[in-house]
Structure formats: C-alpha cells, structure tokens
C-alpha cells in the first residue's frame, strides 16, 4: 500500500507512471545500475536509460559514477521540498504577472464576439483537476450555480474548500442549489450546506455529477468514483460551453428540481419517520402497475379506484377481496357498458361500484385520504403520477366525491344496459322482417305535422304500394306503458293518418288496453323478439 500511495503521489507531482515506478524501485533497492532497471520492467536499456535522464534532469535520481554505472534515488524529503518551492514559485510568477497576462489575452480576443466562437469540450482527468475546474466554474458565476451530486462528493467538496465559495456567493446575492441523494449517513453534510444554498432531494440512479453555471458552462461526470479519495484519477469530468447541451442539461434539472422534495423535509423523515411530501412522475405501464400494488397492499382503511374498464386494474378480483377482509372499505367508479358488463357481474357484493357517467380515460387511486396515484394517456404516451402532497390529494379527493355523487348504482345500470340490449334486438328484428316484406322504413324515424312540428318515433314505415298508408312503432324500453299511451295519444292528435303501434316483452294490463283501445293505438306483445316482429307484422296497416 506504501508502494501505491507514494507511485500515486509522484504521478500528481507531475511524474509519468513509468518514471514514478522506477524512482520508487531505486528506493527500495538503492543504487543500481540501467540493465537492473531495464530487467525488473521488462525493457531495453536504451528506454531505461532514457528514464533514468529525465529522472536525473527532475533531481529525482542522481549518478554514481563506475563500472557499472549506478542510479540512486533522491531521498523523497528533498524531492517534496523541492516541489513545493516550485510551486510556490510559479504560483508567485502568476499572481505577479496575473494583469499583464490577461491584458495580452484581452488584446488577443479583443473583437472576437462570444456567439460566433466554437463550443469547447474538455477532459480533465483526476478528482484534483476535476475540483480545482469546479473552483474556477463558480468563481466565473454570474447569477447562480446548480449542483447535481452524491452526499460524499459533497463532504470531500467541503475538505476542499468549496463549501466555503459557495457560502461567499451567497452572500454576494447569487443562487447555490444543489440536487443530492440524501440518507442518514450524510444529514450533517446536507445540515452544513443548508446554511447558504437551496438543497433538495433526489434519487440518483448512480454516482454522477452535474455542475451548471448560469446558462453558460456544464461539468459533466458520468461515472464517478465517489470513494473518499482526494487524488484519484478516476474522476473524470467533460467540460463544455456548448450552449445546446448547456441549455438540455438545464432544463433537466428544472424539470426534476420542482418535482423532488427539499432536503428539511427529507431530513424529518429519517429522524421522525413522518413520510415527505412529495411527486414522483412515471413513464411506463410497469412502473405504475409496481405502484399501484405498493400503495393497495399497505391500505389501512378505504381505496377508491376511478377506472375506464374494470380490466384495467393491475389486480385480481380476489386480492381485492383480500383487502376487503382487512377492512377496508372499496369503491369502484368505472364504464358500465355491453364491453365490460361480464367483468362487473364477476365483482362480489363487498365492493362498491358505481357507473361513472363522465366520460373520462383518467384512472385515479386513492389510498386512505394519504396517496393518490393518476394514470392518464396523452398523444399514445403512457403517464401516471403518484404524490402524498396534501393539497394535492384533497384536491383529487373531491374530484372522485364529485363523480362518485354523480355516479349510478351498478344493479340499476346492469338493468339498463339489459333493456338496451333487448330494444336493440327487438328493434333489428323487426326492421329484418319489414324490409323482407318491401316496407320502407326510417329507425329512428320521424313524422311531421300540418304545423311543421316534429315527432320522433323509433321505427316509421310506409306502405310499399300505398306511400300515404303510414304506421309508426314504439318499443318499451322499461317504465310504464300507461305514460308511453299517453305520450303517443299527444302525438296522434297531430298527425293524420298514421297507425300507431307499441311493442313490448312484457305483457299489458286491462288499464292499459282500455286507454290504447280508446285512441285506436295497437298494443303488440310477445315473449321474444321474433314472436314480437311477427304479430308486429300482422298489425301493419294496408290502408287508412
């Protein structure tokens, strides 16, 4: 370990790797001669040789003069002082000629406009480069700087002295915001950085790191080695300012900053356990049936589902039973229509459901007055949204009661849908059996009186042979028959000649007969529809 940490230390001193692990070699064995050298690394002399000079040009190396000539190491105390001194020297050289060098840049790009350079893309290699770049990106900081890191890189990002920049543009009245994944290991870290930026959680999907300043430059790590490690070479940033990729990654990070939960609420749950507020956006049907389940399996005490078709409900009939028999109380506000009418006669008496009479493709989960799960389709784009925000869920909560209020018993729908299929049946099998016969036919039809009024009846026909010879049918559809007499004697009083007839699979009373006898109106019924269509048949007039 020795070994590696001093190589490590002589490469950031500026030493290739070759030329560090010789040095190193030179002080474990001492003086020794090029043939050495060039047997332990599997090389010739001459690149031995060739080492071995520019380790002597460094001061690293020095020669012992005889047959064979040797090389020994520069005890590394001389070697280290000597780096430092010339650090600080050409550290003082720039600082000394820091306004004249600027001014010959100056004089350079002088009328060179921003717009029509190149964009630039740059690697640095090694988490020193890489953080001495990220000093120099928020030293050019205009308006705001936005940070997109682990917790860790954060606290070696405070060993650096970073912390401490950011707490001065704060203080000259620019914008930190920083986007971290947050857990108990790192609250004191994120406490620290509360004092002087905007932080909030998000889920990393692994060790990256993102740096925007203004709208102007990024610093992109895609794969970060987030050990605690000050010298690794493994961090390796891309800088660009190119203002497309800029702007992409910026808009990112907005996107996600207004989703994601700051960080004070984020540390109360880990120390209280009380769950963050918060919205989550999910772009696939799997994502949203894993959450549907989630939030369904640990209900306590009511879930209300708005669904388009029963089917669409990522659950079986008998896990929902399973909750049911935990106690919790199941609404259902779904499409009751022929398409899905056997999937609701399935559903036991224990769950709520009501026909939902808007018409919406909006799926909605409630879950205890606490979770609310949406799942819509926009342009064939699958989207759902889950949030625990309060006013979020109050305000979707009263969405459901508002449709829930509106909505129709499920026994009474199931009966309406019934006597729809049967006019439907009644009504096709009648038209059959006319047009056989050469009626000409209207469905709906309507007829018009001498006044220009309308009137609307569900089958019209005229006489093939005799086109003033006219009848009209009407078909129960449920109700009264008594009411449905009165409606037809209205219309009958208005138009002349016309033969009034109602079907119906339910037979009449002697009220009813009496009334329609009085008014000339036939009544047909039958117990199916083609013994309807027939007797229907034998009534149709051939003159008036």
């Keep these: 370990m020795a070994v590696q940490r001093l190589t490590r230390k002589l ?23 090029a043939r050495m050298v060039a047997l332990r690394f599997e090389t010739n002399r001459i690149r031995a040789y060739r080492s071995l000079n520019a380790l002597e040009e460094k001061g690293l190396v020095q020669r012992i003069m005889g047959r064979p000539m040797k090389f020994t190491a520069t005890p590394f105390t001389e070697v280290l002082r000597k780096s430092i001194r010339e650090m600080r020297h050409r550290l003082a050289d720039l600082e000394e000629n820091e306004e004249v060098t600027i001014g010959d840049w100056e004089n350079l790009t002088r009328g060179v406009e921003r717009s029509l350079q190149e964009p630039k893309f740059r690697i640095y290699q090694g988490r020193q480069q890489v953080y ?10 205009e308006t705001e700087i936005l940070l997109v890191t682990t917790t860790r890189d954060l606290h070696r990002l405070s060993l650096w002295g970073i912390d401490d920049r950011f707490r001065a543009l704060r203080t000259q009245g620019k914008r930190v915001r920083v986007l971290t994944q947050i857990d108990e290991e790192g609250i004191d870290d994120i406490e620290h950085y509360l004092d002087f930026a905007e932080v909030r959680h998000f889920d990393l999907p692994s060790s990256v790191r993102f740096a925007i300043i203004d709208e102007r430059e990024a610093l992109t790590t895609a794969a970060l080695d987030d050990s605690m490690s000050m010298t690794t070479r493994a961090d390796t940033g891309i800088w660009t300012d190119a203002s497309s990729y800029v702007m992409a990654m910026r808009i990112f990070c907005e996107t996600v900053w207004g989703l994601i939960p700051e ?86 008496d224990q769950i709520e459901v009501l026909h939902n009479n808007a018409d919406t493709d909006l799926g909605l989960l409630l879950v205890d007055g606490r979770d609310i799960l949406l799942n819509f389709t926009q342009e064939s784009i699958e989207r759902s949204v889950w949030s625990n925000m309060i006013a979020y869920v109050e ?77 009209c049918i009407d078909i129960m559809k449920g109700g009264n028959a008594y009411n449905k007499i009165f409606e037809m004697m209205a219309k009958l009083t208005d138009l002349e000649s016309v033969h009034m007839i109602l079907a119906s699979m339910k037979p009449y009373n002697e009220a009813e007969e009496r009334l329609a006898g009085l008014y000339g109106i036939k009544l047909v019924h039958a117990e199916t529809a083609e013994e309807l269509a027939s007797r229907i048949e034998t009534e149709a007039p051939t003159d008036i």
């Design 11 to 33: 490469i950031d001193l500026g030493l290739t790797e070759e030329e560090a692990e010789i040095y190193v070699f030179l002080t474990q064995t001492g003086p020794a001669p």
């Design 132 to 141: 001495e770049l990220l000093v120099q990106m928020i030293e050019r900081a």
């Design 263 to 348: 960080a004070s609420s984020i540390i109360q749950y880990l120390r209280t356990g009380r769950v963050p507020q918060e919205i989550r956006t999910y772009t696939s049907n799997e994502e949203f049936r894993r959450t549907f389940r989630r939030l369904i399996e640990r209900s306590e005490r009511r879930v209300d589902i708005m669904v388009r078709r029963i089917r669409n409900i990522p659950m079986t009939t008998e896990e929902l039973l399973k909750m049911r028999g935990r106690g919790v109380r199941i609404r259902i506000l779904t499409k009751v229509d022929l398409e899905n009418v056997d999937d609701l006669i399935e559903l036991p």
């Design 395 to 471: 305000t979707m909560t009263q969405v459901f009661e508002d449709y829930w209020r509106t909505g129709e018993l499920l026994q009474v729908k199931l009966l309406d849908l019934k006597e729809k299929q049967s006019y439907t049946e009644i009504s096709g099998t009648i038209i059959r059996r006319l047009k056989e016969n050469n009626w000409t036919l209207e469905a709906p039809g309507a007829l018009m009186d001498a006044l220009g009024t309308e009137y609307i009846f569900d089958i019209t026909a005229t006489n093939p042979e005799r086109h003033d010879v006219r009848f």
